[in-house]
């Protein structure tokens, strides 16, 4: 056990977790949204894109095709051993755990950061 707590019945309050957090050196800090990088442009990332963007041309004749605003469906024809393929997207709204918590515990100047993905 980290603290040695041996007795399950009793409770620490709010103030003495607070005043231990404290004698660990930990501080109570206002979460910062953290830092962006975008990496679009790195090479291994456009590397990437270009496998990536080959493969959906490959997949791509086996999609559903749906045409204009009045959203009419062409079936592709499909050879008996393949499927059709659905192109599922996203967007890119990230939730995390604990965003509402603006407060965080942390070593003085060291917040940590939270991963994009």
Same mark, same amino acid.
């Given at each position: 056990? %980290? ?10 309050? !709010? ?5 231990? +957090?404290?004698? +660990? ?38 999609? !559903? ?13 499909? $050879? *008996? ?12 709204? %990230?939730?995390?755990?604990? *965003?509402?918590? $603006?407060?965080?515990?942390? !070593?003085?100047?060291? %917040? $940590? !950061?939270?991963?994009?993905?």
């Amino acid at each position: 056990m %980290l603290f040695n707590i041996t007795n399950e019945k009793k409770i620490i309050s !709010l103030k003495t977790s607070w005043i231990w +957090l404290k004698k +660990l050196g930990l501080v109570s800090q206002s979460r910062k949204k953290g830092i962006y990088f975008n990496v679009h442009e790195r090479k291994d990332v456009l590397e990437y894109h270009e496998v990536f963007l080959k493969q959906m041309k490959e997949y791509e004749q086996f999609m !559903l095709i749906f045409v204009r605003d009045e959203m009419k469906q062409i079936n592709p024809k499909i $050879p *008996n051993n393949q499927k059709i393929h659905i192109f599922v997207i996203h967007d890119e709204l %990230l939730f995390y755990a604990n *965003n509402d918590r $603006p407060i965080v515990w942390a !070593l003085l100047g060291e %917040l $940590p !950061l939270q991963k994009k993905g």
